[in-house]
């Protein structure tokens, strides 16, 4: 398996413009998670998803940020309009939750800055 | 909801020294402790997780302990290499319904030739 795959994985764009952020999660896992880290505030969990179905997104900083989970391979991260203090990297992990809870699996994230 | 501290924030070693990271927890409930080991550029990676059926587990260098009645754990790095230097974040699992991690706010670990 090729692992937690994000895309893309640097990204610098102006303050105002949209941002998406893309991953593919390990097949067969049915929760997906993007968090955002920070120095200042470490991991943060951003948004999570069961089978597709957002979970808590209580997380999520603003109504700028969206994410979505089409099907059980794809999620995007949507960030309109971007601002600096958006500059951080986002991960985006996946695991199986059945009775007991499995490891999560990172991908390498995406190390957004916007300028 | 659930809490995690993690200490030291970091720790500098000589190599083939011993280092030891310990994490509290707040929720009596939560019964998986995994660990993960991020370096410079990648994603946090499971290096190592316990359940709280057991109060030990090891794999070659690492190993975790868990206290439950005191609701603290610890991860262990025996023989210490240059490697070793990274962050390393605990976590616990929180149940609202749908199980969660809460992690810790990492160690970073810098072990010297």
């Known amino acids: 398996d090729a692992g937690v795959i994000q895309s893309p994985r640097h990204e610098v764009t102006e303050m105002g413009q949209e941002v998406t952020l893309r991953c593919k999660p390990i097949?067969?896992?049915?929760?997906l998670f993007w968090y955002r880290q920070t120095m200042m505030r470490g991991l943060e969990l951003l948004i999570y998803f069961n089978n597709n179905v957002p979970i808590d997104d209580s997380g999520m900083p603003e109504d700028r940020f969206s994410a979505k989970m089409p099907n059980a391979s794809f999620s995007t991260l949507k960030i309109q309009p971007s601002e600096p203090r958006d500059s951080a990297v986002y991960f985006c992990a996946s695991s199986f939750l059945s009775r007991r809870i499995g490891s999560y699996t990172f991908g390498s994230g995406t190390r957004l800055t916007v300028v | 909801g659930e809490n995690v501290e993690q200490h030291p924030s970091t720790l500098s070693v000589q190599e083939g020294d011993s280092a030891v990271i310990k994490c509290t927890y707040s929720d009596s409930a939560s019964n998986y402790f995994p660990w993960y080991k991020q370096e410079l550029g990648k994603g946090p990676q499971l290096i190592i997780d316990i359940r709280s059926n057991v109060g030990e587990k090891k794999d070659q260098r690492i190993a975790v302990t868990l206290n439950k009645t005191a609701k603290h754990f610890s991860l262990h790095i025996t023989e210490t290499q240059p490697e070793d230097s990274a962050v390393y974040f605990c976590?616990?699992?929180?149940?609202?319904?749908?199980?969660?991690?809460?992690f810790g706010t990492g160690t970073r670990l810098l072990v010297s030739p």
């Open positions: 976590a616990a699992n929180l149940d609202t319904g749908f199980q969660k991690l809460v």
């Open positions: 097949s067969g896992h049915n929760s």
